[in-house]
């Protein structure tokens, strides 16, 4: 079973830039979809980016846009999520998520589709 595991969170200030990384161990496929989501205390879980192995396309939700950039390393079947110009709004518990990339089908950020879940790491931006 794939396994992720994510780092890099932590506290900064309003303005400033993180670094989150997800390892996904036991990886075996060479189609599949990353995705980070996040959940904020007292609200829903929502999706902020996903990324495919196969062509790389990039899904981003507006709040973060032009903020938060996703990548993978297709080799190391590592994801990045670069998050700059951090706001308050954007503390939250993130975690990535892992799913096959069917023919055909899309890594559209819809929670239900992903398998695995990582445990998520803190960020707190004041």
């Known amino acids: 079973h794939v396994q992720l595991v994510e780092s890099g969170g932590g506290s900064v200030q309003a303005g400033g830039s993180l670094r989150l990384s997800c390892t996904a161990s036991?990886?075996?496929?060479?189609?599949?979809?990353m995705g980070w989501f996040r959940q904020a205390p007292g609200k829903e879980r929502e999706g902020v980016a996903g990324?495919?192995?196969?062509?790389?396309?990039?899904d981003i939700v507006d709040p973060v846009k032009g903020r938060f950039t996703v990548s993978l390393d297709n080799i190391e079947k590592w994801s990045y999520l670069d998050m700059t110009d951090l706001k308050p709004e954007d503390t939250a518990t993130y975690s990535c998520?892992?799913?096959?990339?069917?023919?055909?089908?899309?890594?559209?950020?819809?929670?239900?589709?992903?398998?695995?879940w990582g445990r998520g790491t803190q960020v707190t931006v004041s």
């Open positions: 990324i495919d192995s196969v062509g790389g396309a990039v």
């Open positions: 998520a892992f799913r096959p990339l069917w023919i055909g089908d899309t890594c559209a950020l819809i929670e239900d589709n992903y398998d695995v």
């Open positions: 036991k990886n075996t496929y060479d189609r599949y979809c």
